[in-house]
């Protein structure tokens, strides 16, 4: 009844997008399970492909597709306990090389020194640093995760400054913050036919600021392995682009689309291109109560 209510009162409130793409990164089981429940209550779960590719005839309900991004393992292993052994259908985006290797994204490792350390912290520069209080630690973090991710330093670079930052501050990674191995996604695959697993690209890139030759060869090498593994299904192929933001997609979507049908971004892309090829996705936090995630949802379906 009130689940009733309120799906009226979405249906109402929301604007003209009215096919909202979720997009997770690091996530709890027990976070992840509150917000499926809400959304299979309220919304019409559908398939990523699906929104794509709308079925002929109105569709008048709020469909609400499921993604996640990087795979750290953790929050992977969480989707799978959530969202697969529930049966929904979901789209997952892996960067290839970090699976192969072992190895997990920079800013991950960053989130690892910052939960190891107690109050200081050694800078690139060797120099130690010491924070007032839990909070002002927090705000150097988010600070320095966002000046790295702005910045025109390189993926690989970055993993190199953030290895060598684990080095001066003693902290070792653990196995479920690593990206999740082939093998174990095969598995999921496997058992899972609502799981649909598609490119993060190899080497999580900031694609602008690579030439064409290299976008092009980094996101055929990303499906040349996904396809050697047998990760694709007789499905549509759709790129994530690293970071998702225009600033770091740069015109590179002109370049992969002879590889995909279509292309994820995160947040709404103000670029001039083919729609399909920059896909809107709502990003969804560890911080986001039902409450937030509702209101979220409404005010994304009216963005511009
Ligand atoms: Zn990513």
Redesign the pocket.
Known sequence: MIGKLISLISKLCMGKNKAIVLCYHSISKMKLDKHLKFIETIFRIETLQNIIEPSIGENRSVQVAFTM??LYRKSYRAWVEVICKRNVPSTVFI?TWYSLNNDT?WSMKLIRIFDVISMSFIDINKRKINFQNRFKKKEYLDKLIRQFQDSHIQTQELDDICNNLLDYNCVDLMDDQLIVELKELKRDYDRFPLLSIQS?THR?YKLAFIKREEVEQDVQESLKILNANDLFRDEKRIICY??GSDRLIGDSYNNVMKYFDAGVVLGKSRLNGSRNYLIPRLGVYESDSILRLWIKIIMFSWKK
């Open positions: 991004d990087d960067p994204i993060h999580h690293p970071y």
